[in-house]
Antibody
Framework: QVTLRESGPALVKPTQTLTLTCTFS??????????VSWIRQPPGKALEWLAL???????YYSTSLKTRLTISKDTSKNQVVLTMTNMDPVDTATYYC????????????????WGQGTLVTVSS | SSELTQDPAVSVALGQTVRITCQGD??????ASWYQQKPGQAPVLVIY???NRPSGIPDRFSGSSSGNTASLTITGAQAEDEADYYC????????????FGGGTKLTVL
């Protein structure tokens, strides 16, 4: 059974750095084609992909946010960590981590399992 | 702005068929995936690849693609299908980056 769970602060102040942890079970991030992504959703708005880390420890970031994001993994702990610097009220959102399947032949990604999400509010 | 374009809202009568579309240049090269999201819940994958349904997704959901447009079709829409639907794919540059559409709110009348 695949599960993912996000954890981190519910409230951060503007300019602070946000650190979120995704703890997963039921799969290995060492398996070829396996990845974990972070995706966020501001209240009432659409999903926005943030970052992805793959089985080979390659990392990919949203073009618009790449200067603020760092993704890393601890395979032994089954965890993926996302940090986002210089938080702003517009970053208020529910942050999801999702297992991401990469088809090496077609270059195609899809998100087959999601955590329940964690709401992060940015306010002084 | 999203590189994948979806109609903001679509409605369908109970039991009828509805098609939700997603347009973008990247869809000429990559499949789209489709996600259903109900209020207060995480998204759920409903279609991936050429036209694959994860276990537990009813067979009234199907996917197709033509040119730069991907479509999610619900044949015989049920009240429980009322939700937001999002498409996603690779970005059009071919980098390992992902884009989502802006979402379509489906209302079942």
């Amino acid at each position: 059974q695949v599960t993912l769970r996000e954890s981190g602060p519910a409230l951060v102040k503007p300019t602070q750095t946000l650190t979120l942890t995704c703890t997963f079970s039921g799969f290995s991030l060492s398996t070829s084609g396996m990845c974990v992504s972070w995706i966020r959703q501001p209240p009432g708005k659409a999903l926005e992909w943030l970052a992805l880390i793959d089985w080979d420890d390659d990392k990919y970031y949203s073009t618009s946010l790449k200067t603020r994001l760092t993704i890393s993994k601890d395979t032994s702990k089954n965890q993926v960590v996302l940090t986002m610097t210089n938080m702003d009220p517009v970053d208020t959102a529910t942050y999801y981590c999702a297992r991401t399947n990469y088809d090496i032949l077609t270059g195609y990604f899809h998100f087959d399992y999601w955590g329940q999400g964690t709401l992060v509010t940015v306010s002084s | 702005s999203s590189e994948l374009t979806q109609d903001p809202a679509v409605s369908v009568a109970l039991g009828q068929t509805v098609r939700i579309t997603c347009q973008g240049d990247s869809l000429r090269s990559y499949y789209a995936s489709w996600y259903q999201q109900k209020p207060g819940q995480a998204p759920v994958l409903v279609i991936y690849g050429k036209n694959n349904r994860p276990s537990g997704i009813p067979d009234r959901f199907s996917g197709s693609s033509s040119g730069n447009t991907a479509s999610l079709t619900i044949t015989g829409a049920q009240a429980e299908d009322e939700a937001d639907y999002y498409c996603n794919s690779r970005d059009s540059s071919g980098n390992h980056r992902v884009v989502f559409g802006g979402g379509t709110k489906l209302t079942v009348l």
